[in-house]
DNA sequence: AACGTCCAATGAACTATATTAAGTAAGCAT
DNA sequence: ATGCTTACTTAATATAGTTCATTGGACGTT
């Protein structure tokens, strides 16, 4: 088993499904790693998203530009973890929403033939990407659920529970753009829940 | 080609792969027919949702209960929908969602071995599986940003535009809870948006 | 050191939505 | 018919959240 730059991937998939060397080596053939600086972005509208990306290191965002300028911020990606626009990747259509790097960072970029090549040549691929979506929707169903059904300070102490890494790590007005309010009134909640720990 | 009570479903799946005579013979084993009165459940917290069930005749609803007794809607399905708690179904977790069916009708039942077995069997049902989950993550990734970025009336117009067969099926308390806000403001949001078409 | 930029924090005034309470009209059991 | 319940409306008041203007700190540039 050669060690090689794709093994924290590997290791993702080996949590899921098994996997040859031979398996492996064909795997590789189709990723490759990017380099990302801050701010670029991986997924820019109207160009539809022709890959998925896997974050070995830094940070990415999934965010929506609306007709007034405003950027509402509807995902966040960290190590070990896939993102790119579902919505434009599946359909092909034009990406609405932007992926962007928010540090310097490395990703490993899966385009769409390479995964369709892949799903013919390692079948057991089909099992770990559908298990990907499957924890998509349920994450977003959740998402979707706090959102109408919970306060703001209530989403803020969830998202720093679920998200303890981005708490530090992720500028104040993204967290406030990605729990839906202004980073004002993120300010008031914040300074809310201090006092009452107190 | 033989008429039978399983078409509808049929048509629907051959909107994306194409089935053989075999196929569909080998599906109406694994279909069941069950008749809904109104308010009963199809998934009951916490019993695991063991099947998926696709709409023939009337109107489904899957919501939340919170600790307060409060019922958050999450989605409606109606004709030629399938619906479940897939968090459930995926995991085989207790559900913590119901699923209801809100007037008389008809749905089809697959449970989950028969699903499974009718992967292995009808390959090609993978693929119109997949698009259909690949489906309700676009539809909940706009609606996570519809309640993030857009006013109680935006949602209401764009509720009955999306949905205009169930504006007046679905009671207004039920709209609300689908769109997050109260019956009682609803009722103001109608009345806001018909003053101001004329 | 002086300057500009970016971000976090704060307070005041404002708007959107919730809460409570009361009234109305329709459906249904007695 | 009578009353009971359930859904919807309206209005008064309260709370959650926004907008705008200001301040101060951190950082990079000249």
Redesign the pocket.
Known sequence: MVHHMFDVIVEKMREHITLSDDDIALLSTCLEVRKTRKSQLLVEPPYPANAEFFVTKGCLRHYFLDENGVEHTTAFAIEGWWMTDLQSFFTGAPSKYHVEAMEEGEVIKLRKEGREELFTKIPALNIYFRILYQNAIISQNERILNVLST???ERYLRFIKKYPALENRV????I?SYL????????????RIAAKKS
């Open positions: 306060t703001a300070d500028p104040q007005y993204l406030a839906g309010i202004t980073p004002e009134f993120l300010s008031k909640v914040k300074t």
